[in-house]
């Protein structure tokens, strides 16, 4: 299995989802099946198949999380901090898109990758291209509407 590389803050995240899910969530839908059966013909109850659809999802990531977590191997906070001169897993780097204004980011694995937070995947287009990258460089990113260039400003 190839390994989840996460930060402690996105290990315990996915620990509360994991937990969430098992123990709260999995009881919420077992009760919603129950009144959906007690109403008879489940055949024609769509309360009853939504409840399933539902089991069925929350299932699925269950399985997932526990794949996830199994596998995982933490981001030493400061491990990148060793090799400030290129790109790392755990980084926090400052990119610029021309003619964008700066953007800073921290390289995390995919399974916490979440652009919106900062946070982008060293298995990302962005994320392979700027590993191992060092201050000053110049890279091109091949997006779904051409490549790009992208400079990296700043690696902390």
Do not use: C, W
């Not at 930060?7 to 989802?17: C, N, S, V």
């Not at 709260?24 to 489940?42: H, N």
């Not at 981001?75 to 901090?81: F, R, T």
């Amino acid at each position: 299995m190839t390994p989840s590389f996460l930060t402690e803050e996105g290990y315990k995240k996915l620990q509360d989802e994991l937990d969430t899910l098992r123990h709260q969530r999995r009881q919420e839908i077992a009760a919603r099946l129950r009144e959906a059966l007690e109403g008879g013909d489940i055949a024609e109850n769509a309360e009853y198949e939504a409840a399933k659809n539902e089991q069925a999802f929350v299932e699925g990531r269950i399985k997932e999380l526990e794949i996830i977590l199994a596998n995982a191997r933490i981001i030493e906070p400061g491990a990148a901090l060793g090799n400030r001169d290129s790109v790392q897993l755990g980084s926090r780097v400052t990119i610029q898109i021309e003619p964008d204004e700066p953007e800073v980011y921290t390289i995390v694995g995919a399974a916490e990758a979440n652009p919106v937070d900062g946070k982008i995947s060293n298995e990302s287009p962005l994320g392979k291209v700027i590993i191992n990258a060092h201050s000053g460089m110049v890279v091109d990113v091949n997006t779904p509407d051409g490549k790009m260039k992208v400079k990296i400003l700043k690696i902390e």
